[in-house]
């Protein structure tokens, strides 16, 4: 049974700008190469703001843990997270299970 990762970054308020930048110049290029269980990254609109959403999709928890340490051992990855840390207020990760009905990504 597939499982889904749901992060959600909470930046300081007026730090959205300096976050798009980090990801473009140095996430995405270190996360491209490890995006397979990727369904895909959000920014908030509505409701509660200053958020950055990323979906995973995982075949099990070991798989997730694998995936997480795999880029946490990158080199770049690291350099891009000491530089997007400091402008994150909060992060929340939930894991889901796909319900029984519907479709799924």
Do not use: C
């Not at 895909?40 to 999709?57: C, P």
């Not at 997007?84 to 929340?92: E, K």
């Amino acid at each position: 049974m597939a499982l889904y990762e749901l992060r959600t970054y909470t930046l300081y308020v007026g730090k959205m700008g300096e976050a798009v930048e980090v990801y473009s110049k140095y996430g995405w290029p270190a996360l491209e190469p490890h995006s397979d269980k990727l369904v895909g990254y959000f920014q908030s609109d509505a409701g509660a703001l200053n958020q950055l959403v990323h979906l995973w999709k995982f075949d099990d928890d070991a798989d997730r843990r694998r995936h997480w340490s795999t880029l946490y051992a990158d080199e770049a990855f690291r350099t891009f997270a000491g530089k997007i840390r400091p402008l994150i207020m909060t992060q929340q990760n939930q894991l889901l299970l796909a319900a029984p009905w519907g479709p799924h990504p």
